[in-house]
C-alpha cells in the first residue's frame, strides 16, 4: 500500500483520470475562446462549454442556461450573496446565515454588513443544524437572502435544505445555498428543495481547481443579481471573463461521473466510514462524535479523542493526511469556529480530527488509519496529564485553570 | 508545519513520561496550561535532600509536539542541576536548541512556567513542616 494515504477529500480532492482525459484537448487543438462566434475554433471551445453546462445542470435538476460558470465557490458566494444584496437594496437589506458558514459566506457578509447591510448570523444545535423555528424568527419584512450552507466542510452535517426553502419560499425570501461539500455526494435538486442559488466548485467533485459555478434560478422566481465582475459581459452579464474551457470541460465531466456514480459511490464511502467509526470505537475509549451522524454526508466523520492534542496526534500519523480543528493547526491560532458553534467547549475542537474519505480510498486504507490512530492515541494518552488525571477520578472540568 | 529534527526526536522519543508521587515531601509538581487553550504541562522533580540537586524529574503533557519536546527537553536539562541552577534555565534556550519557530515560542514559555511551578511547589513544602501538599494547579 502506498503512504501517504490521501483522506481529506473536503479540502480538495483527485482530479479523476476520466475527467483529465476530457480535458486535455481543450490544452490543445482544441484551444479556442468561446466567446469567438466567427471561427471553427471558437465554435468548438462554445460547444464543449454549452455539454459542460448540461452535464452541470443534469447534477442538480437545473437548465443549463441557469449555471453561471466562476472561478470557484469562493466566487460563487461572493457573487450570490453581494450580488443579490445589490440588485434588490430597494426590497430591503437584512441577510439571514448562520454561524458554521465557510468563510467565503461568513466574511462576505461581514464586508456588507460595513456597507449597510444587517445580517443574522443563526446559531446551530449541538448536532449542527439550525433550529427552523429562529429562522422563521429572524425573518423580518426587509429580509431579502437566506443563505444556508447544504453540507458542512469540517463535521459533514447535512442542514434541513427542502424545509429552509419552503420557508423561504412561502415568504418570498431568495435562498442561496453553499452546495460545495455536498453536490456529487448527496442528491440535490434545486426545485424540490426550492434553491434560487447555488454555488459548487469543481475540485471538490474530483474536477480541476480554479473552476466552479453558481446557479441562478431563472423561473419563478427569476432571480436577478448584480455582477461583481464587470467586462465583456460574458455570462449574460453576470459574469465577465473569458471562459476557463479545459475547466468548464473537467467540470462538466466531473458532474456526470457523480451523477452516474453517486448512489454506488455514497454506499461505499458510508460503509467504509462506518467501518472507520466502529473501529476506533472498538479500540478506544473516551471518542466523541462531532455533529449529527444521521444528517451527514456519506464520506464524513470529525471525532474528539479527548485528552490528546490535535497536532500532536496528525504528527503522530504523518502518513496520513487528514485535518484538525485544533488552534495549532490553524493558520489563525484559534480553534475551529465550526466545532466552537456547537458549544462543546474548546478543548474538544483541540482534540478533534477530520476524515474526508473519497473516490479513491479502499478498505485497506481504512485499516491502516484505524490501526495507527489507534497507536498513536494510547501513546499520546500515556502522555496526557488530563488522561491520567480522568483515570484517577479528577474532574478536570471542575480544577482552576490559570488562563492568560 | 515542518518539524526541526530534534523536536521529532523528542516527540518520538520522549524523555522521562511518568509521574512521581506528589504527596512525597521532596518531590515538587507544577502543572500548567489548560486543557481549552490546548496546553497542559505537568512537571514533576524529585530532589535529593542531601545534595539538594535534581535527582529524577518527569512530565506528562497534553499539547502539541512542540510543547511535547519543550517538556521533555526540560526533564533532561532538569535531572544533576541544584534547584537554583534549574530556576535559572531560560525559554529562549529551550526555543534555541529545538529550533522552535516563532508561532511555537509559547510552548518554550510554557515549559519554563512549569519548571518554575514545580521548584516553587517543592520550596513551600521545604518551608511548611505540615506535608498538605496537593499539586499545584496555579
Given at each position: 500500500m502506498k503512504t501517504p494515504i490521501?483522506?481529506?477529500?473536503?479540502?480538495?480532492?483527485?482530479?479523476?483520470?476520466?475527467?483529465?482525459?476530457?480535458?486535455?484537448?481543450?490544452?490543445?487543438?482544441?484551444?479556442?475562446?468561446?466567446?469567438?462566434?466567427?471561427?471553427?475554433?471558437?465554435?468548438?471551445?462554445?460547444?464543449?462549454?454549452?455539454?459542460?453546462?448540461?452535464?452541470?445542470?443534469?447534477l442538480i435538476g437545473a437548465t443549463a442556461k441557469e449555471i453561471i460558470f466562476t472561478s470557484g465557490a469562493t466566487e460563487s458566494n461572493n457573487l450570490a450573496i453581494k450580488g443579490v444584496a445589490e440588485m434588490y437594496a430597494n426590497k430591503g437589506n437584512h441577510i439571514i446565515t448562520q454561524a458554521t458558514e465557510h468563510k467565503a459566506v461568513l466574511d462576505t457578509c461581514?464586508?456588507?454588513?460595513?456597507?449597510?447591510?444587517?445580517?443574522?448570523?443563526?446559531?446551530?444545535?449541538?448536532?449542527?443544524?439550525?433550529?427552523?423555528?429562529?429562522?422563521?424568527?429572524?425573518?423580518t419584512d426587509k429580509t431579502i437572502l437566506v443563505s444556508i450552507m447544504y453540507a458542512n466542510n469540517e463535521i459533514g452535517v447535512i442542514q434541513p435544505i427542502a424545509e429552509i426553502g419552503k420557508i423561504c419560499k412561502e415568504k418570498g425570501i431568495l435562498f442561496h445555498t453553499d452546495a460545495v461539500q455536498a453536490c456529487g455526494k448527496v442528491p440535490v435538486n434545486v426545485i424540490t428543495d426550492n434553491i434560487d442559488l447555488l454555488s459548487l466548485s469543481g475540485h471538490k467533485i474530483y474536477g480541476p481547481k480554479g473552476v466552479g459555478a453558481l446557479?441562478?434560478?431563472?423561473?419563478?422566481?427569476?432571480?436577478?443579481?448584480?455582477?461583481?465582475?464587470?467586462?465583456?459581459?460574458?455570462?449574460?452579464?453576470?459574469?465577465?471573463?473569458?471562459?476557463?474551457?479545459?475547466?468548464?470541460?473537467?467540470?462538466?465531466?466531473?458532474?456526470?461521473?457523480?451523477?452516474?456514480?453517486?448512489?454506488e459511490e455514497s454506499k461505499r464511502l458510508a460503509a467504509l466510514r462506518d467501518s472507520l467509526k466502529d473501529k476506533l470505537f472498538a479500540n478506544l475509549d473516551e471518542l466523541y462524535i462531532n455533529g449529527s451522524m444521521e444528517h451527514r454526508l456519506p464520506n464524513n466523520l470529525n471525532v474528539s479523542f479527548a485528552y490528546v492534542e490535535g497536532e500532536s496526534l496528525l504528527m503522530g500519523i504523518n502518513e496520513v493526511a487528514v485535518s484538525s480543528g485544533s488552534a495549532c493547526t490553524s493558520a489563525t491560532l484559534e480553534p475551529s469556529y465550526v466545532l466552537k458553534a456547537l458549544g462543546v467547549g474548546d478543548e474538544v475542537a483541540h482534540s478533534s480530527i477530520r476524515f474526508g474519505l473519497g473516490r479513491f480510498n479502499t478498505q485497506e486504507h481504512i485499516d491502516y488509519v484505524a490501526d495507527r490512530l489507534t497507536e498513536v492515541v494510547r501513546k499520546l494518552r500515556e502522555l496526557s496529564p488530563l488522561y491520567e488525571m480522568v483515570k484517577e477520578g479528577i474532574d478536570i472540568s471542575k480544577i482552576q485553570w490559570a488562563v492568560d | 508545519?515542518?518539524?526541526?529534527?530534534?523536536?521529532?526526536?523528542?516527540?518520538?522519543?520522549?524523555?522521562?513520561?511518568?509521574?512521581?508521587?506528589?504527596?512525597?515531601?521532596?518531590?515538587?509538581?507544577?502543572?500548567?496550561?489548560?486543557?481549552?487553550?490546548?496546553?497542559?504541562?505537568?512537571?514533576?522533580?524529585?530532589?535529593?535532600?542531601?545534595?539538594?540537586?535534581?535527582?529524577?524529574?518527569?512530565f506528562k503533557t497534553f499539547g502539541c509536539g512542540s510543547a511535547i519536546a519543550s517538556s521533555s527537553l526540560a526533564t533532561e536539562w532538569l535531572k544533576g542541576k541544584t534547584v537554583d541552577e534549574?530556576?535559572?534555565?531560560?525559554?529562549?534556550?529551550?526555543?534555541?536548541?529545538?529550533?522552535?519557530?516563532?508561532?511555537?515560542?509559547?510552548?518554550?514559555?510554557?515549559?519554563?512556567?512549569?519548571?518554575?511551578?514545580?521548584?516553587?511547589?517543592?520550596?513551600?513544602?521545604?518551608?511548611?513542616?505540615?506535608?498538605?501538599?496537593?499539586?499545584?494547579?496555579?
Open positions: 490521501y483522506l481529506d477529500n473536503h479540502a480538495t480532492t483527485r482530479v479523476d483520470p476520466r475527467v483529465l482525459e476530457a480535458m486535455l484537448p481543450y490544452f490543445g487543438e482544441h484551444f479556442g475562446n468561446a466567446a469567438s462566434r466567427n471561427h471553427q475554433f471558437g465554435w468548438e471551445a462554445e460547444a464543449a462549454v454549452d455539454k459542460g453546462r448540461k452535464q452541470i445542470a443534469d461581514k464586508k456588507l454588513e460595513k456597507h449597510g447591510i444587517r445580517v443574522t448570523y443563526l446559531p446551530v444545535k449541538q448536532d449542527g443544524i439550525i433550529d427552523l423555528d429562529q429562522l422563521r424568527e429572524a425573518i446557479y441562478v434560478r431563472r423561473k419563478s422566481p427569476r432571480v436577478q443579481i448584480t455582477a461583481q465582475i464587470d467586462g465583456g459581459g460574458h455570462e449574460r452579464g453576470m459574469r465577465s471573463g473569458t471562459l476557463n474551457v479545459p475547466g468548464i470541460v473537467g467540470l462538466g465531466e466531473a458532474c456526470q461521473i457523480c451523477r452516474t456514480e453517486m448512489s | 508545519m515542518a518539524y526541526s529534527n530534534k523536536v521529532l526526536d523528542h516527540y518520538n522519543n520522549p524523555r522521562n513520561v511518568g509521574s512521581l508521587d506528589k504527596n512525597d515531601p521532596s518531590v515538587g509538581t507544577g502543572m500548567v496550561g489548560a486543557p481549552e487553550c490546548g496546553d497542559v504541562m505537568k512537571l514533576q522533580i524529585k530532589v535529593d535532600e542531601s545534595t539538594g540537586i535534581i535527582a529524577d524529574a518527569k534549574a530556576l535559572a534555565i531560560k525559554n529562549t534556550e529551550i526555543v534555541n536548541e529545538l529550533s522552535l519557530p516563532p508561532v511555537k515560542i509559547h510552548c518554550s514559555v510554557l515549559a519554563e512556567d512549569a519548571i518554575k511551578a514545580a521548584i516553587s511547589d517543592y520550596k513551600k513544602k521545604k518551608s511548611v513542616v505540615t506535608t498538605e501538599a496537593v499539586g499545584s494547579n496555579a
